[in-house]
């Protein structure tokens, strides 16, 4: 497997090459490690506070930091392919992904710091939404553990299936077990309970519940995941999931024709306490 990992050396960044460690042996997993510096501002920037001198002191100050960025590159994993880049790093990302057609990026994530980010994602959300990759995505804080048990997030489609069968790849290699969880959004509760409900529409969710039950153990057999269904919020369900059984990763699909990343996908990406990876 080729792992690229994006690092800007903060703790989500390191979180994310802790998950990358367990996988390399088990995986022979070809690490690319990539840290992009963003370019040093030009002229029109400053205007007329611009001297030419002050264009050497910032050249030099970039050409150190790439010295010391290169210097830690190698202390992170002196095994590893090393690139440096000066440039914008969700172009560079998306360049190394698509160049060295890895099978998974994985990434710190610090959340969105301003509101253009808030509308449009952070850069690991961007990667997730763009690349066609999928994507590990780690916060500072998270504990990461050795991996023995998966919870997989399907909506009994595509992008879920690939979610499992990635995850099965992974599972296999290193020991662990896969719980494949659907959720059912509950029953609102009105206001104030003045009627009973129809007993037609119980039996119909009934039906309906029991039915799901069927699809989701069909969906999970051939994988050896054990099948888990449940009723409430997905991202509530998830968190409730990962905290009650010891889960060490979530694994969730991103459907291809949604442009943007769902509302899922990112609560999931903010709230979970264990490395989240996202399959396209």
């Known amino acids: ?5 994006p690092t800007d050396f903060s703790e989500a960044s390191m979180k994310a090459l802790e998950v990358v460690r367990q996988l390399k042996k088990p995986l022979g997993v070809q690490l690319i490690l990539l840290h992009t510096l963003e370019p040093t501002p030009q002229m029109p ?6 001297t030419e001198r002050l264009g050497e002191v910032m050249q030099q100050a970039q050409h150190e930091a790439l010295e010391e960025a290169r ?13 440096l880049e000066v440039g ?3 172009r560079v990302i998306l360049k190394y992904a698509k160049e060295k057609d890895v099978d998974l990026i994985a990434m710190g994530t610090h959340g969105a710091d301003t509101l253009l980010e808030r509308i449009l994602g952070s850069i690991t959300e961007r990667v997730i939404e763009v690349s066609g990759k999928p994507v590990m995505a780690t916060r500072a804080g998270i504990e990461v553990r050795p991996f023995k048990h998966f919870l997989v997030s399907t909506a009994l489609a595509d ?24 959720s059912v959004e509950p029953i609102a509760e009105p206001p104030i309970p003045i009627h009973m409900p129809d007993p037609r529409y119980i039996e119909e969710r009934q039906a309906l519940i029991e039915q799901l039950a069927k699809q989701l153990h069909e ?4 994988y050896g995941a054990r099948p888990l269904l449940k009723e409430a919020k997905p991202v509530d369900a998830i968190c409730q999931v990962v905290a009650e059984e010891d889960i060490d990763a979530v694994f969730i699909g991103k ?14 990406l903010e709230r979970a306490q264990v490395p989240v990876f996202v399959h396209p």
């Open 1 to 5: 497997m080729k792992i690229l990992h």
């Open 219 to 222: 969906f999970a057999a051939p």
């Open 255 to 268: 459907s291809r024709q949604s442009r943007f990343m769902g509302s899922v996908t990112r609560e999931v």
């Open 45 to 50: 920037i400053y205007g007329d506070y611009w």
């Open 71 to 83: 210097k830690h590159l190698q202390t992170l994993d002196p095994d590893a392919e090393h690139h």
């Open 159 to 182: 992008p879920s299936r690939r979610a499992l069968e990635f995850a099965k790849k992974i599972a296999d290699a290193v020991g662990a077990r896969i719980t494949l969880m659907h």
């Open 88 to 90: 914008h790093p969700l």
